[in-house]
């Protein structure tokens, strides 16, 4: 398993992205992504630096592992 890097709220959303899902609203400090045909949402909190913790279960909500989600960087 690879480690993560520190990456940006709005760089985490730009890696979503890749994998299909879509930005739909901001809500305070967090955006919002949904995917069609996923029943998670993602609320990816828009800080300089996210959490390696809240990053990696961002990435199991979205049914990734850490590896496919640093090859889309």
Known sequence: ????PTLSGVDVVKVFERFEW????QSGSHMIMVKDGEIASLSI?????VAKGTLRGLIRSANLTTDEFIEKL
């Open 1 to 4: 398993m690879a480690q993560l």
């Open 45 to 49: 909190p828009k800080h300089r630096e």
């Open 22 to 25: 879509e930005f739909v609203r």
